[in-house]
């Protein structure tokens, strides 16, 4: 039987009376690099505190709390994008800069943003007023609560109304509202403090296409906005956030092609709402809330209907004229939240439709169910699979321990097959493995033994095809692979050694598991090229936090043989089929986007694919008039069922959908 219900509210809003601690880690990194890191010595790391001595601006920061570092800060900025203005603005950019800030209190009077005029966009047949083409532009701090940027009290121009950003990765000040380049934007371990008498600041303005990554930051003081999302396209993984005062603790409005997934954040003392979203889509999970007048508000931008995925998460301390979460307009999902201390916990319109307290599972919009028979006893509800949280592994603070592959021969140029190099790197029994330079070439397959604990790529180029790393010893430690990307090249699970892939991706793909049977988890942060291919999930566990796939002519993202992927946010590009689960997989989508650009394939492709496996999707699609035909078939042994786009709630222009909730697991 297929089941169709407009409004669905699961176990009639009971209270729950476990729910998980929903805030940020604390994960309190001292995030410190060796000499051979730094621009000054050959590396990529631009350290604030020693422009002078890299050739980039000719004072140093001073990070004293007195002085204002604003124009040495800029200057760093404007080094990075003068280099990718002199390029030609490629959409292929092929470095990464990290602007580092010591640990020290750094005070500002002005935005901090490149200055000049816009990078064009990348795409020269799209070059506008309205657009810029901004990559690789990464800050990084050495320890959160120890790296403050700080805003001048009462500082000139940032009064009411202004909406005017501390930091900010767009040009602001020009209008931009799209940027077409795979920024690949990273800012972490920062705190941001807009001071006081600046009613009209706003702490970050980020974003970032394909890939972004925003971590471990806090910002607090007070004024219009905490985090604004204000650009296109907007993906990535932001996590460990703490955001206190403001009108707005997030605003998310980019537009309808940007889908960030945020997580483990703590918001508090919002004057009208913890999180607004204006038009976009996100997934949220252990979102924590204190002290907003309202938790969360759902708006449209033009025509374009909001879609957010809330889970694992808590508002508490409303006040008892509020609501919780107010949908103004559009879809939400919601699981596992409680909503405490106001009067209404979620209102539709005008219509409450879940009281405050405990909500196990509720949905704005209809769910389709392959069969009653193939979900839980009584109401239907998402999979709901178990979640590991991604492990939290101690930084290395001892350079004895870090293994450079230039010291072993490596030469970084991009055309000297350094395979050999790097492997004597691997052999030394150094628990980190680094690479300074910006692009190196592996013509073969290097080995990773037990005794490696981190690849710090700090967003090297490593091209060459094929497997790239082998994980073939066993280790009890985890494996991390940080900020690595692999041109077309991929890493091979091979020993059931758990891995995280944190900001590596591949324009291939990035991960192949050969493991003979179950065992092995492997997590992945905001990774593109994961899971993209057959047969590359099988015998795994894989937690994707954020990912990004673009391919026209097969599926992309599979679950297979033996697997569970869990995925918290997405975005597809191309018009082939987005997804597959076979061989008796479980596959749980907690929301993304299917971004229907690039051109047709005939005839209209599946949507999404369940050959005898379980499923739960939860997303939304943005693009032109461009189909899937059928959005979604099922097939459960001798029975097969499709349901076409039309079938699924429109998304307020063209023929976009929403895919509230999507179900066929076996109970």
């Not at 252990?286 to 449209?300: D, E, F, H, R």
Request: proline fraction near 4%.
């Amino acid at each position: 039987m297929v089941k169709f219900n407009r409004v669905v509210m699961v176990a009639s809003f009971m209270l729950i009376t476990v729910i998980s601690t929903a805030q940020d880690r604390n994960i309190g990194v001292n995030e410190v690099y060796p000499p051979a890191m730094f621009k000054e010595n050959g590396g990529r790391f631009i350290n604030v505190k020693k422009l002078v001595e890299s050739g980039v601006y000719t004072s140093n920061a001073s990070g004293n709390g007195v002085t204002d570092d604003s124009d040495a800060i800029i200057a760093a900025m404007d080094w990075v994008m003068n280099r990718l203005r002199a390029s030609g603005q490629p959409c292929g950019w092929r470095e990464s800069w990290y602007i580092y800030f010591p640990n020290g209190t750094y005070r500002v009077s002005k935005p901090l943003v490149y200055s000049g005029d816009q990078v064009p966009d990348c795409v020269p047949a799209q070059v506008s007023a309205t657009r810029e083409g901004t990559a690789g532009l990464k800050l990084v701090g050495q320890n959160r609560d120890s790296v403050v940027l700080k805003l001048n009290d009462n500082a000139t121009g940032f009064g009411p109304g202004m909406k005017k950003p501390v930091v900010s990765f767009s040009k602001f000040d020009k209008g931009t509202i799209f940027n077409n380049a795979p920024a690949g934007f990273h800012f972490r371990n920062i705190t941001i403090n807009t001071g006081s008498g600046n009613p009209g600041a706003v702490g970050l303005d980020f974003y970032g296409a394909n890939t972004a990554r925003l971590d471990n930051v806090k910002i607090t003081g007070g004024g219009e906005t905490g985090l604004h999302v204000r650009i296109g396209s907007a993906h990535g993984y932001y996590s460990n956030l703490v955001i206190d005062g403001f009108k707005y603790g997030i605003y998310l409005d980019g537009d309808a092609e940007s889908h960030p997934s945020i997580e483990y954040v703590s918001l508090s003392n919002q004057s009208v709402s913890g999180i607004l979203l204006s038009g976009i889509s996100t997934s949220l999970r252990k979102v924590k809330s204190t002290n907003a007048q309202t938790g969360m508000i759902l708006q449209k931008k033009g025509n374009r209907f909001p879609h957010a995925v809330l889970v694992d998460s808590k508002f508490e301390h409303g006040s008892a004229p509020n609501t919780g979460i107010r949908i103004n307009d559009g879809f939400l999902f919601v699981r596992n939240v409680e909503l405490t201390g106001y009067g209404t916990g979620i209102k539709k319109g005008d219509s409450t439709v879940a009281d405050s307290g405990g909500i196990a599972e509720y949905s704005s919009g209809s769910y389709i169910a392959f069969s009653e028979s193939r979900v839980r006893s009584g109401a239907v509800k998402s999979m709901n699979l178990p979640v590991a949280d991604y492990p939290l592994l101690t930084w290395e603070a001892n350079f004895s321990n870090w293994a450079n592959v230039n010291d072993y021969g490596a030469i970084g140029d991009g055309l000297t097959d350094d395979m050999a190099a790097i492997q004597l790197a691997m052999n030394s029994g150094k628990k980190v493995v680094y690479f300074p330079n910006n692009k190196y070439k592996i013509s073969g397959t290097v080995n990773l033994p037990a005794t490696v604990k981190e690849l710090q790529g700090a967003g090297v180029w490593i091209d060459g095809g094929g497997v790239k790393f082998d994980v073939n010893q066993m280790s009890a430690d985890t494996l991390l692979l940080r900020d690595i990307e692999l041109v077309t090249g991929s890493i091979k699970h091979s020993v059931k050694r758990n891995l995280f892939l944190e900001s590596t991706s591949s324009a291939g793909n990035a991960y192949s598991s050969f493991l003979p049977d179950s065992g092995a988890c492997v997590f992945a942060n905001n990774s593109h090229g994961f899971a993209r291919l057959e047969g590359t999930i099988k015998n795994v566990k894989a937690y994707v936090r954020f990912l990004n796939n673009e391919k026209a002519d097969h599926f992309q993202i599979n679950a297979g043989l033996n697997s569970t992927l869990w995925v918290l946010g997405f975005k597809t590009e191309k018009t082939f089929t987005v997804m597959k689960a076979r061989d008796g997989a479980k596959m749980e989508i907690l929301g993304g986007l299917l971004n229907r650009y690039s051109t047709d394939v005939e005839p209209d492709p599946v949507g999404i694919l369940n050959d005898n496996s379980s499923v739960s999707v939860i997303a939304a699609t943005n693009g032109p008039d461009r189909h899937w035909n059928p959005m979604i078939k099922d097939i459960q042994g001798s029975t097969t069922k499709s349901w076409l786009m039309t079938q699924f709630p429109f998304r307020g222009w063209g023929t976009n959908i929403v895919i509230p909730l999507y179900v066929s697991y076996a109970p």
